[in-house]
């Protein structure tokens, strides 16, 4: 069984910075792509960065300049540092992760997701 596990959000003022952390545990033999997603409310989920196990990142325009993703595949980890973050990026933030079991088997998994509220 494979769980990826989030941790970082909160409440934080305009211009502030959150840091996001996410660790996959489990019967791991590798870890492909690792990302963020978010998903405000009334709004669908969507792409706010992916890197992958060679390092190359993707961002969301929004993202771009702002959010920086990174990973350690030592410990199985990935993060989202978020600066100059804005009331729109309120959103309940979710772990994504490509990621092959013990007995060969793909699949791409999600974390509980973490809330990040932006307000004065």
């Known amino acids: 069984q494979v769980q990826l596990v989030e941790s970082g959000g909160g409440l934080v003022q305009p211009g502030g910075s959150l840091r996001l952390s996410c660790a996959a545990s489990?019967?791991?033999?590798?870890?492909?792509?690792m990302g963020w997603y978010r998903q405000a409310p009334g709004k669908q989920r969507e792409l706010v960065a992916l890197i992958t196990s060679g390092g190359r990142t993707n961002y969301a325009d929004s993202a771009k300049g702002r959010f920086t993703i990174s990973r350690d595949i030592a410990k199985n980890t990935v993060s989202l540092q978020m600066n100059s973050l804005k009331p729109e990026d309120t959103a309940v933030y979710y772990c994504n992760a490509a990621i092959t079991n013990s007995r060969g088997t793909g699949n791409t998994y999600w974390g509980q997701g973490t809330q990040v509220t932006v307000s004065s």
């Open positions: 489990g019967s791991i033999f590798s870890i492909n792509g």
